[in-house]
């Protein structure tokens, strides 16, 4: 086998080591079935089984009432920006979104698209998102409120999620997914594209309150429907197997050998200490993000200049440390250090930062 790095890339992203071993020990029979889960029908007991299995394990690691349905859509977290304002506006309400980054600015885009009466109550623009904004109010009138939990790009999270009372939460929880504990009660959806924290790319997982089924319109088409995907299993039509294999084997990982998501929280805060204390004590990283919104999914610094971050990303790989560099649009640098970054990677990558400040500095 080849020596394989700490992956600190921001998506599609690291997978948990037993995750992928299984797939490797299953890959030429799966289950006894003589083939591999790749070549199965979808139809069939043994993928009937994977599917119900990874949404039985949504269930009890979030927690979720038998109010909530769980579904695979293809087309990743963008197609949802589109089939949020399709399926859940309703009609004279508006829809309010509170704009944190690159992720909202784009699914404000696709509601506008569709002539919604959007309103943007909270926006960190004007700061290049460097925060989560504090000073909104949300309309009584509104029929969801739309947030982004975690922006992978600009480095910040929401810490506590926003009070909207019975304004039902929809919320892209693509990159922080399954991070933490939370309640879900006060959403009426949350979606995810798979690839950052619980899976590879290829399907969004959709976790919509049954209350919210009832406003999809008629007239919408099949596929766009969330209807179609609660009365049919998300098996309208052929789903994304392997990866809805593969995000089973991540959360059986997350329960049984993590315990949890109160232990992935507790870990994930360690890991987000050791890298965040690094980079308040150095005066040569420095981060990019106000303390108060930071990620403990994407962390994101600079150096002193850009020369020495083209440096700093190509001595890290060197080092076996890899996918360091900061998303095109804001340039710098970005350890994503998802669930599957284990605490090793991220002391070894504050050991590197070191090392690199001490020969530069
Ligand atoms: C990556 C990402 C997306 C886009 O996901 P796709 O599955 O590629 O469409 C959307 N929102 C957030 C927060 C992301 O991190």
């Known amino acids: 086998m080849g020596k394989r790095i700490y992956n600190f890339n921001a998506g599609p992203a690291a997978l948990p080591l037993t995750a992928l071993k299984e797939i490797q020990e299953e890959i030429l029979d799966f289950k006894g079935s003589g083939m591999s889960v790749l070549e199965v029908s979808h139809r069939s ?7 119900n299995e990874a949404i039985e394990r949504t269930r009890r690691l979030l927690n979720l009432g038998d109010d909530f349905r769980v579904l695979f859509v293809q087309g990743g977290a963008s197609l949802q920006f ?10 004279a309400r508006p829809v309010d979104y509170i704009n944190t980054g690159t992720w909202s600015t784009k699914a404000i885009k696709e509601a506008k698209i569709q002539g919604k009466d959007v309103r943007e109550i909270g926006s960190s623009e004007e700061r290049n998102f460097a925060y989560i904004p504090k ?3 949300v309309d009584e009138d509104a029929a969801y409120l739309h947030f982004t939990s975690n922006n992978t ?3 910040t999270q929401w810490a506590k999620f926003p009070h909207s009372g019975d304004i039902p939460l929809v919320c892209d929880m693509s990159s922080d997914i399954m991070s933490r504990a939370f309640d879900v009660r006060p959403f009426g959806l949350i979606y995810a594209g798979a690839q950052k924290n619980i899976g590879p790319s290829g399907t969004a997982m959709v976790i919509i309150r049954e209350d919210m089924l009832e406003r999809v319109p008629d007239y919408l088409p099949t596929m766009l429907k969330y209807t179609t995907f609660a009365e049919k299993g998300s098996m309208f039509n052929t789903p994304a197997c392997f990866v809805i294999y ?7 990982w997350l329960e049984e050998t993590i315990g949890g998501m109160e232990n992935m929280e507790r870990i994930n805060r360690e890991k987000g200490a050791i890298i965040y204390d690094f980079i308040d004590q150095s005066d ?3 981060g990019t993000a106000d303390k108060d919104s ?8 600079r150096l002193p200049d850009e020369e020495l971050e083209k440096k700093f990303v190509e001595e890290a790989l060197k080092e ?3 996918g360091l560099k900061g998303h095109r649009s804001v340039g710098g640098c970005r350890a994503s250090i998802y669930n599957a970054t284990g605490l090793e990677a991220v002391r070894a990558l504050v050991e590197f930062m070191g090392e690199f400040q001490r020969k530069q500095g």
């Open 45 to 51: 007991k043994w993928f009937d089984d994977v599917i």
């Open 294 to 301: 930071r990620s403990l999914m994407n962390v994101t610094f």
């Open 320 to 322: 076996g440390l890899g």
């Open 284 to 286: 040569f990283y420095v």
């Open 153 to 155: 790009i600009k480095g």
């Open 246 to 252: 593969t995000i089973n084997l991540v959360l059986k």
């Open 135 to 137: 000073d909104f109010q």
């Open 82 to 91: 589109c089939m949020i304002p399709m399926n859940l506006s309703l009609d």
